[in-house]
């Protein structure tokens, strides 16, 4: 038997949900709630007593620092914003693919992680491409990297994919992109906080997220790997912050820090950095391969025990390309009437499209799959 990493205690609705939604909104760390909640409290009764320049400045950078951990990078390749779209935007202005070139994602990633890159393909004229996925909603590594040529400019992937639980070989991928000249750009927005990220050794060229999923952060905190070559880019979206002394106000000049900070572009509800914080550290002290392992364990006893019940797997059969999330059709089932019937039976899973996708987390046991699994044989 598999128990919790993430106590009750941490994690307080884990005690009243056989939560397994960690793919759409994880459980928030309570603490880190709290912090939040506490900042925007004194933030009201002090102002500027409560939450000095300061502050302002340390704020981020803890979240820094904590991002440079969870993605074996050094704090100064990390930059923090209210999102990883907003960060994925800057970068892709910054490198703003030429007539000529192309980029190549999957058609099944975010659009979160590719409309800022398709925004910047329609005003340069560079060329998208996509690997199409098959009747199981997975795409072939082999057909996505043949997509990759000499006149790739940017290889954009997500890590793991939204819908599936794909997990991509990072390293393989930014190979095969710096063979052609080309940069690897991920989101990780799905594999932050559940699978272990290492710039280092895979040698991706960005690398953006937000918090509020298996981070168990807060929603308005985005950070972002930046290589040292991006660094040297002038960012889509500049601000007060983009100044190298960004207390200096002098608006007639921009001066970028030599570092990821660079993108760091302006005010944002900073109290959430300090809740991300508070979370990143904590799952960064468990560490990331155990809550891999951890959830590896969950999500391969979610997969046997919906192949008993006759559901129809979605993505990679392989296990080495897959992740924690689990996506699963139920043939002759309405997956919306299913969905809600889960729910009552308090088994909190997501609808998407035609399927249902399960997410479990630090926070559940595998007396939890169990139960759901159970829940789910008295629904069908």
């Known amino acids: ?21 960690a793919a759409s909104v994880g459980l928030s760390h309570a603490k880190g709630a709290e912090v939040i909640s506490e900042w925007q409290r004194a933030l009201a009764e002090r102002g500027t007593v409560a939450f000095t320049e300061q502050d302002e400045v340390e704020c981020l950078d803890n979240l820094n620092s904590a991002a440079a951990k969870l993605f074996n990078a050094t704090a100064q390749d990390i930059a923090v914003a209210s999102s990883e779209t907003v960060l994925m935007a800057s970068l892709a202005w910054a490198v703003m693919p030429e007539a000529g070139s192309n980029i190549v994602s999957t058609a099944t ?12 393909a329609e005003h340069t004229g560079a060329e998208l491409r996509w690997a199409r996925a098959n009747s199981a909603l ?36 930014a190979d095969a992109a710096h063979a052609r000249g080309a940069i690897c750009v991920v989101d990780a927005t799905q594999s932050a906080g559940q699978v272990p ?54 608006a007639d000049r921009l001066e ?12 944002m509800a900073y109290g959430t ?13 468990l560490t990331i391969e155990r809550i891999a392992d951890h959830n590896r364990t ?30 699963a059709r139920f043939p002759g089932k309405d997956v919306a009437d299913f969905t ?7 088994i909190i899973a997501s609808l998407r499209r035609d399927f249902i996708r399960f997410s479990p987390h630090l926070y559940n046991s595998s007396d939890d799959i169990d139960q759901a699994l159970s829940a789910i044989k008295a629904a069908l």
């Open 1 to 21: 038997m598999v128990s919790r990493l993430g106590s009750v205690d941490i994690f307080p609705p884990a005690q009243d949900y056989i939560y397994m939604d």
């Open 109 to 120: 990633t975010h659009p979160s992680t590719i409309y800022p890159w398709m925004r910047v």
């Open 138 to 173: 997975t795409i072939d590594p082999d057909q996505l990297e043949d997509l990759i040529d000499d006149n790739t400019s940017v290889v954009c992937l997500s890590q793991v994919e939204w819908g599936t639980g794909q997990l991509f070989d990072l390293k393989r991928f």
């Open 197 to 250: 990220i290492d710039v280092g050794s895979t040698g991706v060229d960005a690398v953006a997220t937000s918090t509020y999923k298996w981070l168990c952060g807060p929603f308005g905190t985005g950070m972002m790997y930046v290589s040292p070559e991006l660094q040297t880019r002038s960012p889509g979206i500049v601000g007060w912050r983009s100044h190298r002394d960004m207390w200096d106000f002098q």
């Open 256 to 267: 970028y820090p030599d570092s990821a900070k660079r993108y760091e572009f302006g005010t």
């Open 273 to 285: 950095a300090l809740g991300a914080t508070v979370a990143a550290n904590y799952l960064l002290d």
């Open 298 to 327: 969950l999500s391969a006893r979610l997969v046997e025990g919906l192949r008993e019940l006759g559901a129809e797997l979605l993505g990679p059969e392989e296990p080495a390309q897959r992740s924690a999330t689990v996506a």
């Open 340 to 346: 809600r019937t889960l729910k009552q039976a308090d």
